[in-house]
């Protein structure tokens, strides 16, 4: 048989099979011990009684002489442990004190001789075939010792994995059983440390109904027979010190199922991963020194729905292909400043196979996709990002999780993270598994998951995707296919306590950052908090923002009609002002939109070129007065005409001033940032979109002139008034009604400009209002309103 060396590694011990407790080993061998102060023991009786060793010849590679053999192993537990099967290998393996004397069993496949190393201790164990090596060492107590493991064509010095005590506290095993561990990445997966003196990696891992879990990584060949792990009491969790092992070792766990069938899978916790398609979970550390203390301290000093909040929505794989995380450090915080935009969303950065999911088929939820670095060169990024004033919401999707056979499906051999009820279990949409939100320790993975991406990167809000298909129970699903819940209704309940504990949680553990939820129907309280009930008698589910699925809907069917029929459409525009305040609002124009046929913003307008782009522009102005937060997609900025793709990202070549018709998207992109300027600027836009007293219809019901006129106030009752006009013709004198009190208006921003690519159809001298009623209102002002465009005034 081929010699097969494994590598620097191993662990502990601490009972023997017969019972006896063994004395815990307290430190580490020094390496390198010389072949002149090394003697074997044991050379007589009589020494070894009298504890003093001699020096005899050095044992020969072929036996085990100088060493009494050791009672052999039941052959349950020899044949359990060669299956890796087996729950409590420490109390068969490493060095145990017996009445007889120190009794060291050792598994390494492959070897052809293991000698134990110590102080004045040098002698070889038996070979007891199968990769056994064993002896009983007549020493009073158990030395400090070291492994000399010898193979075909090397010889190995390592550290006795089974020598170790249990590296996980009793208090993180506590809160695991309790489904309370709100730090579980600190307790769960594969963590650098010095345990009893030494530097290696503790491993551990949630399998409850494993017969038993086995560490294999390059640092054992893939191998791992000589490393089984011990089972925590009843917790479920599995745990191996392995001495030696530092960052960038690949591993996994083999896991033998209850049916005695094995499965190599990837570690759930990893914080790193290898490069897709490859899979292997990487051990990690963090070396970033973060230099954002100042945004940290002060990025919760203003309410998130009382300030100013206009999001640019990243894919960063495609936003330019090929950078790494530094380097998109040194472009993407530069660009969305220069846009004004406040925030930036992130598309899943989480680990994930399949890029063609977007990130949203998630297999590694606590490891940064490293298909552009590591986790620090994220880090990096984050960084940088908060460096110049941007803040960072990462898409979360605790939702599903899809079924490769190295990932989270039936992780252990039965369901586990997902729900045992195949009907619960299976996602009708996607082809994925739906998440267990009743057991707690799936609940607890989730939500220290939410509290990682904050707490480890800084993130400043979660935005969280499919919770719609979380909340119910028939979600998709015909008659039949679905079970009420105790009460007899479609709720998840299960999945409500889940968000309700992982909002409070985040909140509470991360002051400033905000929850933002995708929820397409109409459930009661999504921003509410938590312990208020609503009509339903259910508390609110606490998050801090929903993106208004049905203002985007809706705007969006108006504006891609022809303008001759807008008016028949007019309440698809003014009817999200009849729930406006019934939550905290983004209205998002994301990936979703411009992508599977759906066509780009701008490539939804009707007419000719010059028409779409000033309908496009038109309604992003209506976009940014309106009632709520903004989201927008990375390519509608400039006005993209192509659908997006994540196989290229957006067609930066528009922007090329060798491109004739660069300045018709240079100037989308230049309205863009004045919005975002102006919108920061004033407080009318942003401070009161929450609450009724930020708005008031001047017209509404301009049907026949497509044209849609509203006021926005600030706390301190300061207005700005809000023109959209989706007609292809001038209006001159349009009389509109405005407050008595303001003296006169000023237009302070007009999509028509020449500098936005329009007509330039502008209102050049202020605007005084004369004492003619409209609109309710004892004065009005006549305006000129430019063809499909918005224009915005405030008072001069």
């Known amino acids: ?80 442990l060669l299956a890796g099967e087996h729950h409590a290998p420490h109390d068969l393996l490493g060095a145990h004190l017996t009445r007889s004397g120190v009794v060291l069993r050792v598994l390494r496949p492959f070897a052809h001789s293991v000698t134990v190393l110590g102080q004045g201790l040098r002698t070889e164990l038996h070979e007891d075939g199968d990769g056994f090596f064993s002896g009983v060492l007549p020493v009073p107590a158990v030395p400090e010792y070291r492994l000399q493991v010898a193979y075909e064509d090397d010889e190995i010095e390592v550290q006795d994995p089974y020598r170790f005590l249990p590296s996980l506290g009793d208090l993180d095993l506590h809160l695991i059983g309790e489904g309370r561990h709100e730090e579980l990445w600190t307790a769960l997966g594969a963590r650098t440390m010095e345990h009893q003196g030494v530097a290696g990696t503790r491993f551990t891992v949630w399998a409850p109904n494993a017969r038993g879990v086995r560490v294999s990584g390059d640092f054992n060949y893939w191998d791992g027979t000589g490393f089984p792990m011990r089972s925590l009491g009843s917790t479920g969790v599995w745990e191996l010190f392995v001495p030696a092992v530092g960052e960038g070792t690949l591993y996994k766990f083999d896991i033998c199922r209850p049916d005695g069938s094995h ?18 979970s990487v051990v990690t550390a963090s070396h970033h020194e973060w230099q954002d203390a100042e945004w940290m301290a002060h990025r919760g000093d203003r309410a998130v729905h009382e300030a100013p909040f206009s999001v640019y929505e990243v894919h960063l794989p ?75 919401i990462a898409d979360w999707v605790p939702a599903h999780f899809p079924r490769d056979d190295w990932a989270l499906a039936e992780f252990d051999g039965r369901a586990l993270y997902e729900h045992s009820d195949p009907s619960r279990a299976a996602h009708p949409d996607w082809g994925t598994l739906e998440f267990d939100f009743g057991r707690k320790e799936v609940r607890n993975f989730l939500v220290s998951n939410a509290t990682y991406w904050c707490e480890e990167f800084h993130i400043d809000g979660l935005r969280v995707d499919a919770v719609a298909s979380m909340l119910y129970l028939d979600y998709s699903r015909e008659d ?101 305040y019934s939550e905290n609002y983004v209205l998002p124009i994301s990936h979703d939109e411009v992508v599977h046929g759906k066509r780009s913003l701008v490539s939804k307008m009707p007419g000719d070129w010059w028409q779409q782009r000033a309908n496009h522009r038109a309604y992003l102005g209506f976009m940014w007065a309106h009632p709520g937060k903004q989201l927008l997609f990375m390519g509608q900025e ?80 300061s207005p700005l008034l809000a023109v959209s006009h989706f007609s292809p013709a001038v209006r001159h004198d349009y009389r509109l009604g405005v407050p008595g009190a303001v003296e006169a208006w000023v237009e302070v921003l007009n999509t028509d400009a020449a500098r936005y690519g329009g007509g330039d159809v502008r ?18 002002i006549t305006v000129t309103l430019p063809p499909l465009a918005t224009v915005w005034f405030r008072p001069a």
């Open 638 to 717: 400039f006005a993209q005409g192509a659908e997006w793709s994540e196989g290229h990202g957006p067609d930066w070549w528009l922007l090329d001033p060798s491109y004739g018709a660069s300045p018709d998207h240079r100037g989308v992109r230049t309205l863009v940032g004045d919005l975002n300027a102006v919108y920061g600027a004033l407080p009318a836009l942003w401070q009161r979109d929450t609450v009724p007293e930020g708005f008031s219809w001047v017209d509404g019901g301009a049907s026949e002139d497509n044209v849609f006129a509203f006021l926005r106030y600030d706390a301190d009752g």
């Open 480 to 580: 039949g296919e679905w079970s009420p819940n105790e009460h007899g209704g479609r709720e998840n309940l299960d999945a409500v306590a889940f968000l309700q504990e992982m909002n409070a949680t985040v909140y509470r553990r991360n002051p400033g950052v905000v929850t933002i939820a995708e929820e397409s129907t109409a459930w009661d309280g999504v921003t509410r908090a938590t312990h208020h009930a609503g009509p339903g008698g259910f508390g609110g589910l606490g998050f801090g923002l929903k993106w208004n699925m049905g203002w985007m809907h809706d705007s969006l069917g108006y504006v891609e009609k022809e303008p001759v029929h807008r008016k028949y459409h007019h309440g698809e525009m003014t009817f999200s002002m009849v729930y406006a």
């Open 263 to 280: 499965t190599l899978r990837a570690d759930p916790m990893a914080r790193h991963a290898e490069v897709p398609p490859a899979n292997a």
């Open 318 to 392: 495609s936003w330019r292909p090929g950078l790494t995380y530094r380097q998109l450090a040194a472009q993407l915080p530069s660009y969305v400043k220069d846009l004004g935009f406040t925030h930036v969303e992130l598309m899943p950065v989480s680990e994930h196979p399949f890029g063609g999911s977007w990130g949203y088929q998630v297999t590694g939820f606590f490891a940064p996709t490293s298909r552009m670095g590591t986790p620090d060169d994220f880090r990096f990024l984050v960084d940088a990002l908060h460096g110049t004033g941007i803040g960072v």
């Open 1 to 80: 048989m081929t010699a097969r060396k494994p590598s620097r590694n191993p662990s502990r011990s601490r009972k023997t099979s017969d019972g006896v407790e063994v004395p815990p080993v307290q430190q580490p061998v020094p390496t390198g011990i010389t072949a002149p102060a090394a003697v074997s023991v044991a050379a007589s009786p009589a020494t070894a009684d009298a504890g003093t060793a001699a020096a005899p010849p050095r044992p020969r590679r072929s036996g085990g002489h100088g060493v009494r053999p050791a009672p052999p192993l039941d052959g349950g537990d020899r044949g359990r």
């Open 763 to 780: 209102n050049e001298e202020p605007l005084k209002p004369e004492a003619v009623a409209a609109h309710g209102s004892r004065a009005s």
